[in-house]
């Protein structure tokens, strides 16, 4: 019965600590080589934790009862006893179906809090600024800003964070809805531009980009022959000369660069760009078309007399 025992007790943990950290692990987008024995030991002793607890609170308010037999089940196997009826499969196969939901959901938390979604459409974002909605939103992001200001300490020093940095800075670019503009330079002593269309971090790094004059061009490039990587586009402040489109094209642009640098150091955006809101920003650019024409207006008048 030991040896019974101690092979029960080696299933369950491949079955119910591995497997479902290394799923965890899986989904998340981890490296091979991040997916090692003791983080999935970590993450997996975490989920099934989480999957016994959530069992125990439907225990303890009467909605469900599977916690007690599956415990049941598990001792009438390991005494030998499974023969007698008293084997409960539909509550191990909650236990295990919990577990490995669980882990799907971890990984893909994890997945989100790494990448997160694309800036919605003008029409989403304008819904969400108006009203109550438009209130507890601009509440939740001043607070978001409050709260990442304090983790992250002084904004004008050097933010330092155990991450992949060239993600990161991809990263924001999605976040923002903007795709960035690369040179990208090689060992070789070549370099590379273009507009980055998707980049992978799983295992290789790499980045598939097409050229700026011709779209069509598709070229993928490794990020380990690279020696550095510049990133072309963020927008100008400058205003002058610019029709109302056109300038409204840069303010959409504007917002979006300093979203970009905010999210790479706290508080750099504001820096570059000036630490107002949209509607200040929009004053401004609508200011500059005007005063730019009221110049050429008096440089004409001047040439006149």
């Known amino acids: 019965m030991a040896v019974s025992g101690l092979t029960l007790a080696v299933l369950l943990f491949l079955l119910l600590v591995y497997l479902p950290g290394n799923l965890a692990l899986l989904t998340a987008g981890r490296k091979q080589q991040d997916r090692a024995a003791p983080a ?91 009203g109550f909605f438009g209130r507890v939103v601009r ?67 790499s980045v598939l980009s097409a050229d700026m004059d011709n779209p069509c061009q598709l070229e993928w490039v490794a990020l380990d022959e690279a020696v550095s990587i510049k990133f072309l586009n963020l927008a100008l402040m400058d205003a002058e000369g610019k029709s109302a489109e056109q300038a409204e094209r840069c303010l959409e642009d504007i917002r979006k660069s300093r979203q970009i640098l905010n999210g790479l150091a706290p508080g750099y955006g504001d820096e570059v760009y000036g630490k107002c809101g949209d509607n200040a920003l929009a004053v401004r650019w609508e200011k500059a ?3 730019a024409q009221n110049q050429g207006g008096q440089a004409g008048q001047g040439q006149n007399g």
């Open 289 to 291: 078309p005007e005063q």
């Open 40 to 130: 999935s030991i970590f993450y997996g002793a975490f989920i099934l934790a989480t999957t016994l607890g959530l069992f125990w609170v439907f225990a303890l308010t009467g909605r469900s009862s599977i916690l007690q037999r599956f415990t049941a089940t598990l001792t009438a196997i390991t005494e030998g006893s499974s023969a007698n009826g008293s084997m409960d499969l539909l509550a191990v196969a909650a236990v295990f179906a919990m577990c490995y939901a669980l882990s799907c959901v971890a990984g893909f938390l994890e997945l989100f809090l790494i990448t997160g979604f694309y800036t919605p459409p003008g029409w989403a974002r304008n819904l969400f600024r108006r």
């Open 139 to 205: 509440f939740a992001g001043h607070l978001f800003v409050v709260i990442r200001g304090i983790l992250a300490g002084c904004s004008s020093g050097v933010r330092v964070k155990p991450a992949n940095t060239i993600l990161d800075v991809f990263v924001r670019f999605r976040k923002a809805g903007k795709r960035p503009h690369l040179e990208i330079a090689l060992k070789n002593g070549t370099s590379i531009k273009g507009e980055c269309l998707r980049f992978s971090w799983n295992g290789k790094e």
